[in-house]
């Protein structure tokens, strides 16, 4: 059973920096999507970014999905010596202010994609507690 644990999480200026980790524990297959979300309050969850692990003979293995509302800012990464993946932050502004969270997904075929599309996105199922990010003007 795969549990997730978030860290990183604090206050910061406008235009500062934050790298959130999500360390993974457990029994974790080598097809599987992982993915920052963020709630604001009173908004709803919204995707940040997706990132799929696998080695080499693992097809798509390492892709990465962006929101448009952080591309170019944010990096999602994996690392697998240490279980850990983490979502670098730059030039963050107030309305990245909200709690995050990192989530879990065994990709199966035909069991959907590995990003945010309305549609056709896989499901969630394993969460982690969240951490709170808060960006001041």
């Known amino acids: 059973q795969v549990q997730l644990e978030e860290s990183g999480g604090g206050s910061v200026q406008a235009g500062g920096s934050l790298r959130l980790s999500c360390l993974v524990s457990?029994?974790?297959?080598?097809?599987?999507?992982l993915a920052w979300f963020r709630q604001a309050p009173w908004k709803e969850r919204e995707g940040v970014a997706t990132?799929?692990?696998?080695?080499?003979?693992?097809?798509?293995?390492?892709?990465?999905v962006y929101s448009d509302s952080v591309k170019g800012r944010f990096a999602i990464s994996l690392d697998n010596s240490a279980n850990t993946m983490y979502l670098e932050m730059n030039s963050l502004k107030p309305e990245d202010t909200a709690m995050y969270y990192c989530a879990a997904e065994q990709i199966r075929l035909g069991g959907g994609s590995c990003d945010f599309a309305p549609r056709t996105a896989l499901v969630f199922g394993t969460w982690g507690q969240g951490t709170q990010v808060t960006v001041s003007s």
């Open positions: 990132i799929r692990t696998g080695g080499l003979f693992v097809i798509g293995a390492g892709r990465t």
């Open positions: 457990g029994s974790i297959d080598s097809n599987v999507c």
